[in-house]
């Protein structure tokens, strides 16, 4: 009944509303978009859409004040009588008189500077003025696709076909977000989504959340790829020069001074355009900036475009932001995409303190049937008018939606896409039936034959069964793999199983059987891929083997927000296996070392004698503080880099052949990745370890550290690996301690340097270090260069490094193929 009244007071106030809607334009009649619009002295405000029309909602009738604000053009100022429904108002504005008079404060100093220097020494004091607050929050995105290829690579490029016309061009993305957020500076937030619409979707939950855009240009930092130097940071003046170029007087007689934004060097993370200045208070009035992908490292994005308005109420003497636009435009493989995300912010409440626990780990929520409000519900409350391209898009892809969930259309594209080539032998195929769900894969042998000297010629083919429920995010996985070693002449198969019971906690239950070759540091320091080229071409066959037979259980889940624990339980039969090939592309003299990484030169001896063995594992995982947003098919979580994450494992090896297999091994590891302003990220990660009754263990189960003896590297970051230790060279069943420390500076010093700047490259420094008993602790000092490449393409790493232990050990050059880890 409850819920009953409130929808009842909710129809009642809705109805009562009056509006005032119109056109901007200026004086030839050129519509103005994004015109700021607000009832003067209240934080009730709207912006016009890009064909100028606007839409302003008012709770109460009789007299209102509209200022209508842009920027290059003369505040105006209307007078309204409102009884009910809804008023006309079309408004022009007049080109704003910006003059440049002497505001020479110091005749040796560009009046800029010391606008800004004003500007920096009162940004506490305005930030401050705006740092707790609720208030209404509106989001619109669209992403347009803009003459797309029929062909990328020679692939056909056909998945927006239904949504482009004859040009190829049209509405890839539209969504809106009505909601309520609760802010305390600097990164406090709580909302809740009272209304969320995606068009093509009506079901769809939209990502448009203001936490996603809260761009302060009082704080030293914008947070884009990589945090961005604001104007007025406390070390602006290091980053950008400033030019006046003359003020104007708002309705109320401010004087508003408009400074040109200039970056000192441009391939920094830096904005240029234009910041507005109140005189006096030196709060901001408005921003105009523009930064370049390549310059925010996403090279993708060819240039974004930052534009807030300020409003200013007389009550409190309050300046605070009520609409913000992102402009972008983006493009790659020649697919062109531009795009414009708009914000409004109303009926803002400040406050001084909040209740202690208004804040909690939960940033974001959904209300009930958020994603199910009907278009007489957004004719109301939408504060920017919809554009006639996006009332058709709406339109279009409802339609096309009904017809999209047929079973006669899913079929028809199942039928479409089912089509079996003969390319499809070697390179794989899906069979999808999408009304119910699922498919059957079948994956070829093209991306996984590879070559080893165990088993030759080794290739690889899988069959697997897929279902997925989209309103629960679960799925269900059933899958087969096949390898074959040609000179091993053996067929290896495996199974597994997996089903994901829900997205809120990821309840995941695994099951997996069958044989393999394994390496036997599980971790698989070194790939198939590039084992085959360096066994191949240098004789360097440092993949080491061995067989297993298993059968295995694991599950995992969220237990509580932030911690995380699965449980396993295996048992294997471990065998040794031996070298079955000396094939090699470049002929020499050199020999392949055995498959026994205690004793490479003899081809006669194992590692490991064959065994059998129960073991289980127990793991813990904790996310310190991390927030997460709640939506109706799940949950997501949003790591929180204030703190650092917690591992802890324990191992029990049990039921062996005979009992010296058995063991305990008690791990932890924390890894921590943190930002340092603009000075690139810090990434930390250390583990630890202790074995207990380990003495005669097997050689699979001791403690192996990634090693590497190619000299290519081929992850994101160096922050698990030993650039230049032989994989098993350290391999313990005692205790160990490993750090590896990364700092990757994101430009900040090589964006300085004359002529390096022009490389768009990162420097890299790192130091690792690995201490056992028993032996002197291992030491790797590098320095590299990441983010290399031409265009749009950054895609390579280059690293020099030294080793010590006990004195230097030796240097080497790794190059870095991120490429390589994404195949």
């Known amino acids: 009944m409850k819920k009953i009244t409130l929808l009842l007071c909710l129809l009642f106030s809705l109805t009562a509303l009056g509006q005032i809607k119109g056109t901007v334009t200026d004086t030839n009649g050129k519509p103005l978009p994004f015109v700021n619009i607000f009832e003067e002295n209240t934080y009730n405000s ?45 408004v022009t504005l007049q080109d704003e008189n910006i003059i440049l008079q002497e505001v020479v404060i110091n005749p040796k100093d560009n009046p800029a500077n010391e606008i800004i220097r004003n500007a920096i020494k009162n940004k506490k004091e305005n930030s401050e003025k705006t740092a707790r607050f609720t208030a209404d929050f509106y989001s619109r995105g669209i992403i ?67 936490a996603s855009v809260n761009f302060d240009c009082y704080e030293n930092y914008l947070p884009f790829q990589i945090n961005v130097v604001s104007p007025i940071a406390n070390n602006a003046f290091n980053y950008y020069k400033y030019k006046f170029e003359g003020s104007f007087f ?47 490292q996403t090279p993708i994005i060819d240039n974004l475009t930052l534009k807030q308005s300020f409003s200013y109420n007389s009550t409190n003497h309050i300046w605070v932001k009520n609409t913000q636009t992102l402009d972008f435009v983006a493009g790659m493989f020649g697919i062109k995409a531009n795009g414009r995300f708009t914000y409004v912010f109303t009926n803002y409440q400040f406050e001084n303190t909040f209740a202690k626990k208004t804040f909690t780990n939960q940033i974001l929520s959904f209300e009930e049937n958020a994603n199910k409000k009907d278009d007489q519900f957004w004719n109301t409350i939408r504060p920017v008018p919809l554009t006639n391209e996006e009332t ?19 079929d028809s594209l199942d039928h479409k896409h089912n089509q079996f080539e003969l390319s ?72 597994d199983f997996q089903h994901k019971f829900n997205n809120t906690n990821n309840s995941t239950l695994s099951l997996y059987a069958g ?46 927000n932030g911690i995380y624990g699965s449980a396993a339980i295996e048992y294997a039969e471990r065998k040794p296996l031996f070298n079955h090939t000396d094939q090699a592309v470049v002929k020499n003299d050199d020999l392949y070392t055995s498959n026994n990484p205690l004793d490479p030169s003899n081809e006669s001896s194992a590692a490991i004698s064959k065994h059998n063995l129960v073991k289980g594992n127990l793991n813990f995982r904790f996310n310190f503080g991390q927030k997460y947003i709640t939506r109706p098919d799940g949950k997501y979580n949003i790591p929180n880099e204030d703190y650092p994450t917690l591992y802890i494992g324990y191992e029990k090896a049990v039921a062996a052949t ?85 700092h990757n500076d994101k430009g900040f010093i090589m964006n300085k340097i004359p002529v390096l700047k022009l490389l768009k490259s990162q ?42 232990q006990n004195g230097y050990q030796g240097d080497g050059i790794i190059f870095g193929l991120k490429i390589l880890d994404a195949l």
């Open 392 to 410: 058709t898009d709406y339109l279009k892809k409802d339609i096309l939606q009904t017809k999209k969930k047929s079973q006669k259309y899913q």
């Open 250 to 296: 708002t309705e109320n007689r401010q004087q508003i001074n408009k400074i040109k934004v200039i970056p000192r060097r441009t391939n920094e993370p830096v904005m240029e355009g234009y910041i507005y200045i109140v005189d006096d208070s030196y709060a901001i009035y408005a921003t105009d900036l523009t930064i370049k992908g390549s310059q925010m």
């Open 144 to 210: 347009r696709l803009k003459d797309a290829p029929k062909t990328i690579m020679g692939q056909k490029f056909d998945f927006f076909d239904e949504i482009l016309d004859s040009t190829r061009s049209g509405i890839l993305y539209l969504s809106e977000t009505v909601s309520k957020i609760t802010f305390q500076k600097p990164d406090k937030l709580k909302e809740i989504i009272v209304a969320s619409k995606v068009s093509g979707r009506d079901n769809g939950f939209s990502f448009n959340t203001a």
């Open 424 to 495: 499809s032998i070697i390179g794989g195929y899906s069979y999808s039936n999408s009304f119910k769900k699922w498919s059957i894969n079948y994956d070829g042998p093209l991306m996984s034959t590879s070559f080893n000297t165990v088993q030759g010629w080794k290739t690889s083919v899988g069959l697997s069964y897929y279902k997925r429920n989209e309103e629960k995010r679960s799925y269900t996985h059933i899958g087969s793999r096949f390898d074959y070693g040609f000179a091993e002449t053996k067929l290896r198969p495996t199974v």
């Open 658 to 742: 005979q009992k010296k297999y058995e063991y305990d091994l008690l791990a932890a590891r924390i890894g921590y990745e943190v930002t340092l302003g603009n000075k690139g990220s810090l990434n930390l990660n250390i583990k630890g370890g202790k074995f207990f009754h380990a003495d005669s263990i097997s050689f699979v189960d001791y403690r192996h550290f990634n090693g590497n003896q190619t000299h290519i590297g081929q992850s994101e970051n160096y922050s698990n690996v030993f650039n230049l230790l032989p994989y098993y060279a350290a391999s313990t069943n005692d205790s160990y301690f490993e750090t590896h420390i990364e």
């Open 515 to 560: 044989s393999a070759a394994s390496q036997f540091n599980s971790s698989n320091p070194i790939t198939a891929i590039v084992n085959t080229v360096s066994t191949l071409f240098f004789k360097d066959n440092y993949m080491k083997l061995y067989e297993k037979n298993f059968a295995s259980v694991n599950f995992s889940r969220e237990l509580s």
């Open 46 to 90: 709207t912006t016009t859409n890009e064909l100028g029309k606007y839409e302003l909602n008012v709770k109460t009738p009789g007299q209102h004040i509209l200022l209508f604000q842009y920027l290059g053009y003369k505040t105006a100022k209307q007078i309204v009588e409102i009884d009910k429904g809804a008023v006309s108002l079309d």
């Open 763 to 804: 420097l890299v420094l790192g130091f690792h270090n690995l201490a056992i008993p028993s032996r002197i602790p291992y030491q790797e000092f590098s320095i590299g260069l990441d983010n290399l490449g031409v265009g749009k393409f950054h895609l390579f790493r280059l690293d020099y490094l030294r080793s010590y």
